[in-house]
């Protein structure tokens, strides 16, 4: 279950995509990122969706961290949360996502989303893929 996981958010009539993406590491921390635009930003952003030991590469703002716990029986739970240094300086507020679901396979995920500070819920399958493969499929 390592390695990066992806939903495409498809919006009718949109120009641009939504990419909500989760990666798992090996010491069993996660990071997830939503992301909206073209293609070529889209490469620009997965040069920085990684961390560094304990560490968020890029803006730790957008980027949610947390560990995850896999059950082994096809059940996951995790929560991630951003970090926001000096609100003041940015619209974007400091939350925590809850996902729980099931491991489907080692290549799909089903995921509940809960925001803690919006109540915002939802449930979205995520698929494995590279970042090269992703960039391609675009």
């Known amino acids: 279950m390592i390695g990066l996981f ?6 009718e009539g949109s120009t641009s995509t939504t990419l909500s ?6 010491n ?3 990071i997830f990122k939503k992301i909206t635009g073209d293609k070529a930003y889209f490469t620009k952003e ?4 990684s961390m560094t030991g304990h560490m968020v590469n890029g803006e730790p703002e957008y980027t949610f961290c947390g ?5 082994g029986n096809g059940t996951i739970s995790f929560k991630v ?3 926001v240094s000096d609100p003041s300086n940015t619209w974007v507020e400091k939350d925590v996502l809850s996902f729980k679901g099931s491991v ?9 989303q809960v925001s803690k500070r919006t109540y915002f819920e939802v449930e979205n399958k995520y698929l494995k893929t590279t ?8």
Not at 104 to 111: A, D
Not at 131 to 138: M, P, R, V
């Open 6 to 11: 992806y939903h495409n958010e498809m919006k």
């Open 21 to 26: 993406l989760l990666r798992f590491y090996e």
């Open 28 to 30: 069993g921390y996660v």
């Open 46 to 49: 997965l040069k920085t969706f």
């Open 67 to 71: 560990a995850f716990e896999y059950f």
């Open 81 to 83: 949360e951003n970090e």
């Open 104 to 112: 489907i396979s080692e290549t799909e995920l089903i995921l509940k």
């Open 131 to 138: 970042d090269q493969d992703l960039i391609n499929e675009l």
